[in-house]
C-alpha cells in the first residue's frame, strides 16, 4: 500500500480516521499494518494523533499527483479540467456566434482552439486515470 496511499485517504476525508476504519477503506491485511502507516506519516510531522487516537492531516503537502488536483470540499478535479471545459466552450461558442452572425469561422482559430481543447481533455483524463484514489 504505502504512505503516499494512506496519505492519500485522510487527505480525501478531510476528517479524523481511525485505524480500523483505514484499515477497511485500504483493504488492509491488518490493523497494526494501517497503524505502520500512520506512525510513519505522524514521524514525518504530516499527521497528527487526537486525544481519541485517531489521525488527522497536520500539513496538506502535494506531492506527485496530488499537484495535479484541485480539492471542492469533498471532490478532487484534475486541474486541466477547468483549462478542457475553458477550451471547449470558446470553441462552442466561437462557432455557434460564426453561425449565427452568418460569418464563415476562421479556419486558424478553429484549428487552435481545437487543438488546446483536445490536448487539455487528454491531460486531464491521463490525470484522472493515474490519481491514488
Known sequence: VGEARVYWELFSRNRSTGIRELQRALGLSSPSTALYHLEKLRRLGLLEKTPGGEYI?????????????????RLMLPRYLFYAAFFWTALIYYLAESLISGLRPELMTLALTSCA????????ARTWQERLF
Open 57 to 73: 492531516l497536520a500539513e496538506v503537502v502535494k506531492v506527485g499527483v496530488l499537484r495535479q488536483f484541485i480539492r471542492f470540499g
Open 117 to 124: 481543447a483536445a490536448a487539455t481533455t487528454y491531460e486531464a
